[in-house]
C-alpha cells in the first residue's frame, strides 16, 4: 500500500470515520450520564478498573508497555475483523469505549480534578481515540460491504477485506505502537505529580 493508497483508503472512509466519532462521542455522554445517576453500579466499575491498573502497575515499565500494546492490538484488531457481521461489534465497541471513557471522566473530575483526568487521558488518548475510531470505521466499512455482497449486490468485498487489514498493518499499527509507548513512559510520569 503506497502513500497515496494510503490517503485514497482514508478519504473513503470519511464518512464511516465521523459517523463512528459520533457514536463515541454519544458513548461518553451516556458513561457520564450513567455515572451520575447510578453510583453503586458505577462504583463496581471503578473498583474493578482500580483492582485491574494496580496488577498492571506490579509490571517493570517494558513489560506493562508490552501488555498495552498487545492488548490495543489485539482488542482493535477484532474489532476491524468482527465488522464482517454487518458492522454491529465495530458499533458497540466504540460506543462501549466511550462510556467507559464518560464513566472514568465523570468520576475523576468529581472526586479528584480534571487536572488529573487530562494528565491520565490526554497525552496517549490523542493517538489511541483516533486510533480506536478508525479500527471501528473501517469495520463497519467492512460489514456494509459484507452486507452488500449478502444481498448480491456489486461488491469486492475480498478486496476491501485486504485493503483494512493493509491500513491497520500500515497505519495503525504504528499509532497504536506510539500510544502504548507514551501510556507506559508518559502518562505514569505525568500522573505521578497527583501522587497516583
Same mark, same amino acid.
Given at each position: 500500500?503506497?502513500?497515496? &493508497? ?16 459520533? #457514536?463515541?462521542? @454519544?458513548? #461518553? ?6 455515572? *451520575? ?32 500494546? &498487545? ?5 482493535? =484488531? ?8 454487518? !458492522? ?9 469505549? !466511550? ?12 472526586? =479528584?480534578?480534571?487536572?488529573? =483526568? ?38 469486492? @468485498? ?6 483494512? =487489514? *493493509?491500513? @491497520? ?12 509507548? #507514551? ?14
Amino acid at each position: 500500500m503506497k502513500i497515496s &493508497e494510503i490517503k485514497k483508503y482514508a478519504q473513503s472512509l470519511k464518512t464511516y470515520i465521523i459517523f463512528s466519532f459520533l #457514536i463515541f462521542v @454519544f458513548g #461518553i455522554l451516556g458513561g457520564y450520564f450513567f455515572a *451520575q445517576n447510578f453510583p453503586q453500579q458505577t462504583e463496581e466499575i471503578m473498583k474493578q478498573l482500580q483492582s485491574f491498573f494496580l496488577s498492571a502497575k506490579e509490571d517493570s515499565s517494558f513489560d506493562l508497555f508490552i501488555f498495552i500494546l &498487545e492488548n490495543n492490538i489485539t482488542n482493535l =484488531l477484532a474489532i476491524l475483523i468482527l465488522g464482517i457481521f454487518a !458492522g454491529l461489534i465495530p458499533l458497540l465497541a466504540v460506543f462501549a469505549n !466511550g462510556m467507559l471513557l464518560g464513566v472514568i471522566a465523570c468520576v475523576i473530575s468529581e472526586k =479528584l480534578s480534571w487536572s488529573f =483526568l487530562i494528565a491520565g487521558i490526554l497525552p496517549h488518548g490523542i493517538f489511541e481515540i483516533p486510533a480506536l475510531v478508525l479500527s471501528a470505521a473501517i469495520g463497519i466499512h467492512i460489514g456494509v460491504v459484507a452486507v452488500k455482497k449478502l444481498f448480491r449486490q456489486e461488491t469486492k @468485498f475480498i478486496n476491501e477485506f485486504a485493503e483494512g =487489514l *493493509q491500513f @491497520f498493518i500500515m497505519v495503525l499499527i504504528p499509532i497504536i505502537f506510539i500510544a502504548a509507548l #507514551i501510556e507506559t513512559y508518559v502518562t505514569t510520569y505525568m500522573l505521578s505529580f497527583f501522587g497516583a
